[in-house]
């Protein structure tokens, strides 16, 4: 724990803002990536702590001081009254005055932030969805975040304008949180969402084709399977519907899943012998893609490299789990494993250490002084024992892959 508390340390600047911003960050990339990242969130909590103690102290020192770290303009202080009062109309659910209150807004947080030919600037929900946009889709433009987060003002204004029965103008603003957010899976849902409503089973289908896309974790990607199984489901094809809920299972086990699984056996107890290759072939048949994008794959390969290089051990182990439940490549667990291993040598290269000093301290000592069994107080470095082995994670079905108040102001 406390390497890991100190590895956190290092990356921290000194700028309350900026530290929140990145711990929030590591936040959603513990939580998103890998569900097994107890002790790395326990260690940013802690870290987390003390700089709001920090920052506590500072503000008693200094409570006569009414001006902000980083000092906003008049129109970023405007913007945020302005959203202040959109959430009070959306907690009052004054629907007609939240939307006028965001027409007003969405301008003038649009106008703080022009794209060019060499900067494009977005809004995403971690640095992950950054780094991972950047690699992908960005080209040789610089990748910058906007000041507040645009895409969910849109959705947020899409969710009102379908409450009005405005669907045409609600897809219209799910586009524009798309062109914030490219991959903001919350729109790309709710794009899904109107088209199941509005029976265009057609397009249903190639918006979750392009969701699983820039789906980047295996529960992502097995929530895509379970769209396409209820779909073919609806179009009576139980057979179909049955493969997609295999295909979901095998990278996300999910107790629902199971049980949706079991029912269509129970109709259908042939369907329990379906193999891996009947299932690539109705996956084909029916155009859908098997597994994550390999764009997304290389990606993610490249920032776990970053990460080790850098001595973010653990959040490396976490995206190469996530690799590995995705893809099943053995060279990921290896590399997995091969950190396993150079944690335990660290750790017995500690132990041996405080050893070694324990003994010269006796050895030093007077004689006349009473001995006394000294207890290491090192804190020990050697992965956690819960952490689950990448040779121990679930084999997938297949194998074979392819190419209301949500937080609105960055702080």
């Keep these: 724990m406390e390497e890991k508390i100190q590895v956190i340390k290092k990356n ?40 709001e103690n920090k920052n506590n102290e500072i503000k008693v020192e200094d409570e006569n001081n009414t001006e902000e770290i980083e000092e906003k303009t008049k129109e ?23 939307i006028k209150s965001i027409e007003e807004i969405i301008p003038k947080i649009e106008s703080l ?11 995403f929900k971690s640095e992950l969805e950054k ?28 969710d009102l304008l379908l409450k009005k029965k405005r ?73 179909s519907a049955y493969a997609m809920y ?12 199971a049980k949706l699984i079991e029912a269509f056996e129970q109709l259908d107890p042939s369907l329990k012998e379906m193999s891996a290759d009947d299932i690539l072939n109705l996956a084909e048949d029916n155009d859908v893609l098997i597994g994550a994008n390999n764009k997304i794959i290389k990606a993610e390969r490249e920032i776990a490299s970053d990460l080790i290089s850098n001595g973010l051990i653990e959040q490396a182990k976490a995206l190469l789990q996530n690799d590995y439940a995705m893809t099943s490549d053995e060279e990921i667990a290896n590399i997995y494993n091969r950190l396993i291993e150079l944690d335990k040598t660290n750790s017995s290269e500690v132990k041996e250490e405080k050893k070694q000093d324990n003994v010269k301290k006796k050895t030093t ?19 956690r024992k819960d952490t689950p082995k990448v040779e121990d994670v679930k084999k997938k079905v297949v194998k074979k892959t392819t190419t209301k108040k949500e937080k609105v102001k960055v702080n």
């Design 12 to 51: 921290l600047t000194g700028n309350y803002k900026k530290d929140v911003e990145f711990l929030n960050s590591l936040y959603d990339e513990e939580n998103k990536i890998i569900e097994d990242a107890k002790a790395t969130i326990e260690a940013i909590n802690i870290v987390v702590q003390e700089i």
């Design 76 to 98: 970023e202080q405007e913007i945020d009254k302005m959203i202040d009062e959109l959430f009070d109309h959306l907690d009052n659910e004054s629907d007609e005055e939240a």
């Design 113 to 123: 932030t022009k794209s060019d030919d060499n900067i494009l600037y977005c809004s």
């Design 131 to 158: 780094v991972l946009f950047t690699k992908i889709f960005a080209g040789e433009k610089q990748v910058e975040q906007t000041p507040y987060a645009n895409d969910t003002i849109y959705i947020i204004y899409s």
């Design 167 to 239: 669907k045409t103008e609600a897809m219209n603003a799910l586009d524009r949180a798309i062109y914030w957010n490219f991959l903001s899976r919350e729109a790309r849902e709710r794009k899904l969402d109107i088209y199941l409503s509005k029976k265009e089973i057609v397009k249903y289908l190639e918006n979750v084709k392009l969701l699983q896309m820039i789906s980047y974790t295996p529960q992502d990607i097995a929530d895509c399977y379970n769209k396409y199984g209820y779909v073919f489901n609806e179009l009576k094809d139980p057979k």
């Design 246 to 257: 295999r295909l979901s299972y095998s990278y996300f086990i999910n107790e629902n899943v």
């Design 365 to 383: 000592a007077k004689t006349d002084t009473k001995k006394t069994t000294s207890k290491s107080t090192t804190k020990k470095v050697a992965a």
